[in-house]
């Protein structure tokens, strides 16, 4: 396997935009990656360590490593330090699984929010992307995407909102489709 | 499973866009309902029957119904009729599936593109939908999706690029990423 990476061309992929699919497209890339018989993790970092949703219990039984680092909605509270150190723990966990050479697909879910926020330096995650194992493939989901993130990426894809069932007919999220 | 269904407010759900990320949130919100334990299928207009791609290895190690019924790239073959016939044969499948009640969720991969070459009438299509059981989900992909489908859908995204690899670094598709 780990030859096979080495001769692959490893890309940075990032979901952006306002709308829905961006983490539910990196989910989608696990199931076909999971298919191929890679090895992946996937760190979500606005996702409650304590969520139970469909995709927690969907890598649970695919035997995949998905690890919910954020602390829900406690995240954007009003103690931004304590946020802040969250975060940088978080991306040390992130740095420590690319620099690894144990996966082939590091999704890291809700990226761009700390570092949109100032607390993760772009220039890190950057560099960190750039020294990464050749053939690993990284994915990265968020709103509002960092200009120097693009850049370095290799696909870009922003999702759009067209039309959403919470504006135009007042739904809630529901269980199965949104987590 | 019939009774919960039967109280849950079904969404019809389209990506659209010329961007990636349509077909692959598509099987993320596969591998969502699956870890719920939903019931499922999958139907792929265009993807060729003969195919073995990661999403396919996936399904079937998950134990989802997932059926390609395209010919692949002989479906955009010379032979309109055929293509025609073949298309047809392919919806009446998904009107079977659609009516019979046994799903929570049912996907059309890529069904705008019969749309769009007219050999399917939208307005087949919107009453198929119209009527489908209570609480069904449906997830439509493809490009061009038709106005009357963004009119009739809950949910529309479009997934448009920002940046892509195989025009700006020349790169081919890459199996377990783009299929």
Chains 1, 2 share one sequence.
């Not at 539910?24 to 606005?46: D, E, K, P, S, Y």
């Not at 740095?95 to 220039?123: N, R």
Request: proline letters at 4%; glycine letters at 10%; aromatic letters at 8%.
């Amino acid at each position: 396997m780990t030859e096979e990476r080495s001769k692959r061309h490893g890309l940075v992929i990032v979901n952006t935009g306002q709308g829905k699919g961006k983490t539910t497209a990196a989910l989608g890339l696990m199931t076909r990656a999971w298919g191929r018989g890679w090895n992946m993790c996937v760190l979500q970092f606005i996702k409650a360590s304590t969520g139970n949703y469909g995709e927690n219990r969907a890598a649970k039984k695919m035997g995949i490593e998905l690890t919910p680092l954020g602390d829900g909605f406690t995240w954007l509270s009003k103690d931004i330090e304590k946020d802040k150190a969250l975060a940088r723990e978080c991306w040390e966990l992130c740095k420590e699984k690319i620099a690894s050479d144990e996966y082939d697909l590091v999704i890291m879910d809700e990226l761009t929010y700390p570092l949109v926020y100032g607390w993760l330096p772009i220039a890190e995650v950057i560099e960190t992307l750039k020294n990464r194992p050749a053939g690993l493939h990284v994915v990265i989901t968020g709103r509002d995407a960092p200009q120097e993130l693009i850049d370095f990426a290799d696909l870009v894809t922003e999702m759009r909102e067209i039309k959403h069932p919470f504006r135009t007919e007042g739904l809630r999220a529901q269980p199965g489709i949104e987590f």
